[in-house]
């Protein structure tokens, strides 16, 4: 490593120069990226500390090959063996430490307009010290006195702050698909192949809708039984059925225009997976058939030798999991996404009809990097001012870490919970999943309605 490298490195961790790569064949970073990467990369460690804790085959293999185990965690006061430091209590003081640690950035970061004031700086840097912060305050948290009402009452908390979380990338998603139909529309204006392309993804999309109802309907439900999945399966294709014709109908063309089956055809295929989610987090149901034998009902017997390698499907399923709310996080973090959600859109005569259009770049190049350091070239792309919200960064991953400590402690099935068995089933999944379907459905028929409602208002989408 070279020594202007390491003078970098250590501006990064201690100042508040932006972090980049020591590689130089790297390409350049913007330091508004470099600064999410970081903060992402803290939010993925301490996700991977809670699904260590709530490991079982974790804790034996620990018990089995670190010497004088019992001795350490006494020494501590842990426990015998450890057990404060285990289990769904573990993860809650934990996660409790990772909110508060963006909470305070939170407060800290209001109103910040420029890159160049203090506060942005600290925010932009000093890497190594904030994350002595955040150990601390993950630490501080196992030594909070009265632990049982600290958990009982920071298990609604954590429960109000998810279902926040889980609202806002609902409404980001009913955003996105307003924006997606305005942008290919304004592209008709100039070449009638936009018509082809909006008829052919919606054609997709219903296509996948319905052919996932049906796969479902073979697949979840049984001929004598499984009552709850053919009523829930039921309702899921009539709420698509419905928005689809809200979307078309006469009154809401008239006052918006740009309504279409696009939007909720993007929504059907969204229902119909947050159904199959719920459908597939069920407990497994079995019954004696003629032979005695137990067979699985109302859900697909693939075998055993599916599920045979529980640890794999455990650490795929749940990396897959983490990858999907980091990218939510990173994704809504955006400035245009924090101007959708106070209800502030671009006008339709802007809009410039793009196939990658939510991958918009957030400027030129035009700030001045960073060349006298070695390694990858930082991009200083805020000197004329910030390109998102800090406040609304550090919020969404405040929610972000309730989010995770309620979905890795199994919400609220959380005694005996452990990583092992997390998609073995669980009524509180499935029962989460349906409600956030049916509140996607409620978010989306607002945004058609709401015009009808309330006339003397404007409403842009």
Known sequence: MSAPCCAGQLACCCGYAGCALCCKCCPRIRQSRSTRFMYALYFILISIICCIMMSRTVATEMRKHIPFFEDICKGIKAGDTCEKLVGYSAVYRVCFGMACFFFVFCLFTIKINNSKSCRAYIHNGFWFIKLLLLVAMCSGAFFIPDQDTFLKAWRYVGATGAFLFIGIQLILLVEFAHKWNKNWTAGTVHNKMWYAFLALVTLLMYTIAVGAL?????????????????IFLGVSGGLCLLISLVAISPCVQNRQPHSGLLQSGLISCYVTYLTFSALS????????????KNITICSPNF??????????????????????ILYSCLTSTTRSSSEALRGRYAAPELEVARCCFCFAPDGEDVDESDGRRGGQQVIYDEKKGTVYSYTYFHFVFFLASLYVMMTVTNWFNYEGAHIEKFFSGSISFFWVKMASCWMCVLIYLWTLLAPLCCPTREFSV
């Open 214 to 230: 049906i796969l479902m309907a073979w697949f979840y439900t049984w001929e004598e039984g499984c009552l709850q999945n053919k």
């Open 281 to 292: 987090s069920k407990p497994v149901e079995t019954i004696l058939d003629k032979n005695q």
């Open 303 to 324: 075998g055993q030798e599916f599920h045979r390698d529980e640890n794999l499907v455990t650490g795929l399923g749940t990396t897959l999991l983490f990858a999907c």
